[in-house]
């Protein structure tokens, strides 16, 4: 599939985002609390993998562009998943801080992965069938695993609290 310049254009702004915030880390101050990792590890680690994907992702774009036909733009069915898949993300995102404190770390974070993967899994042009019974509980096991593992680590590892409702702090 072919990318528009759009997308291109919109890896280009992320990447530059992802600049701005990864500067910004650098100006959080120490805490006074103590503790094992400091303020600014957690945002650092973050920009810095986000800056890493979406340089990837525009390299990628933009060879898989020289060797197709001179970068044609993408048909309109394609923008048109893109932008569905985009747009469903974001909501995402802002629906899962929202209900975050309410269901807590590990039900508010399996749900996300659990509803991103399924969206764009079931906006790719190139699946060749449907999803059944059994990759859906598989989704479940792998969203609710890695889930519970972030919010192990987390908080055992380096004592930060998350949110957690009900049995275990979960």
């Not at 303020?39 to 562009?65: D, H, N, Y």
């Not at 898949?85 to 802002?94: K, N, P, W």
């Not at 399996?110 to 079931?122: D, H, K, M, N, P």
Request: glycine share 10%.
């Amino acid at each position: 599939m072919k990318q528009s310049m759009g997308q291109i254009t919109f890896q280009v702004v992320l990447l530059g985002l992802g600049i701005l915030f990864l500067s910004e880390s650098f100006g959080i101050a120490g805490s006074a609390a103590g503790g094992t990792l400091a303020p600014a590890a957690f945002p650092k680690a973050i920009c810095g993998l986000l800056l890493a994907l979406v340089a990837m992702s525009i390299i990628t774009t933009l060879a898989r562009r020289v060797r197709t036909s001179g970068g044609a733009s993408a048909t309109l069915a394609s923008n048109a998943r893109a932008y569905v898949g985009t747009v469903g993300v974001a909501l995402l995102l802002v629906l899962y801080t929202a209900v975050l404190e309410q269901l807590g770390y590990v039900i508010a974070t399996s749900t996300l992965i659990f509803v991103v993967v399924s969206i764009l899994a079931l906006l790719d042009p190139a699946r060749q069938r449907k999803p059944g019974a059994v990759d859906v509980l598989k989704l479940v096991a792998f969203s609710v695993a890695v889930a519970a593992a972030i919010f192990f680590i987390f908080t055992t590892w380096f004592g930060i609290v998350l949110p957690a409702v009900g049995w275990m702090g979960i």
